[in-house]
């Protein structure tokens, strides 16, 4: 049997109901205070550090999200920690909570397939984290505009926009993953405790086992153990194992993006450096193909994530 018409028609009126409930949810008011509250008090800080040590620095804005000062960490660290709260709380009740409140079936009996009903469920948690995005950007721009008196380069500009992007990426591989375990778990609980039982799995846990998955994989010559030197074979497993966690992805891509003086991510080697001036920065160009292979990687996770619970969610049997 053959559907009639566009797979996305009423893809619009999902995307703007689950908008509108995302917007208006008590949900999104605390995750909304608790980022922005957040990400304030680092900055307030973050910015006197910066007048008081790096006034003379041509990409001071920059260190607005990269500066910390103790006990608070840098802007985008704290991001990289809320950034997938937000997105799982967005994500983790989108299909079980409709089959809860037996609205699966009503809403499907109208002319929405289900892949405009899953399609919208995401755009509408993406648009929500971009609107959240966006706003905090703002936010440092202005704080930085008001308490340094400076107004940012256009190379500053363009490198925090690529930042912004990033962040979008990032959060809607989270998204994507909590609305995957929303469809395999009909329990809300369920899908929100195991989406972030694997974000705290990926971000804190695989950094500590990535290296010695990499020893055991590839040991280090004797040689280099001789020299107190590390072997670059098993360096490179390393790296490559610590990649399948998108919080590294993500970090890697920012410091390419936020410190125009990074020529390369991972371990340098000599033939990286011939005729650089070391310490001069990159033009935007070459920082974005630097961390253009691991943004690929977030949206390809990403996609990858959303194939997936698409397809489960197609060979789902829905009852009323």
Do not use: C
Not at 42 to 70: H, M, N, W, Y
């Amino acid at each position: 049997m053959r559907r009639e018409g566009s797979p996305f028609s009423g893809l619009g009126a999902v995307t703007t109901k689950e908008l509108a409930d995302h917007l208006s949810s008590a949900r999104m008011r605390v995750l909304e205070w608790l980022i922005v509250l957040t990400a304030v008090a680092a900055l307030i800080g973050t910015i006197q550090q910066v007048r008081d040590t790096v006034s003379e620095d041509p990409f001071v804005f920059l260190k607005l999200f990269t500066e910390a000062r103790q006990p608070l960490p840098s802007f985008v660290s704290i991001l990289a920690f809320l950034i997938p709260l937000m997105a799982i709380g967005l994500g983790f009740d989108a299909v079980n909570g409709e089959h809860n409140r037996r609205t699966l079936s009503r809403v499907l009996s109208q002319p929405i397939y289900r892949d405009a009903l899953l399609m919208g469920k995401f755009l509408a948690g993406l648009i929500t984290l971009a609107i959240s995005l966006v706003v905090l950007w703002l936010l440092v721009i202005g704080l930085g505009l008001l308490l340094l008196g400076v107004p940012p380069s256009t190379e500053e500009v363009l490198r925090s926009f690529a930042f912004l992007v990033v962040a979008l990426a990032y959060a809607g591989l989270w998204l994507a993953a909590a609305i995957l375990f929303s469809i395999v778990f009909r329990s809300p609980a369920t899908a929100a405790l195991t989406t972030l039982g694997l974000w705290l799995f990926l971000t804190v846990l695989w950094p500590a086992l990535s290296p010695g998955i990499a020893y055991a994989i590839s040991p280090p010559h004797p040689l280099y153990q001789l020299l107190n030197q590390p072997d670059p074979d098993t360096l490179v497993w390393e790296q490559g194992l610590a990649r399948l966690s998108p919080s590294t992805l993500f970090g890697e891509v920012l410091r390419a993006v936020l410190n125009p003086a990074t020529r390369a991510i991972g371990p340098i080697f000599l033939e990286q450096l011939e005729g650089a001036l070391i310490g001069s920065p990159l033009p935007l160009a070459q920082s974005l193909l630097i961390a253009w292979p691991q943004l690929v990687s977030l949206i390809a996770g990403t996609i990858v994530l959303f194939v997936v619970g698409y397809v489960v969610f197609q060979r789902q049997e829905v009852r009323a």
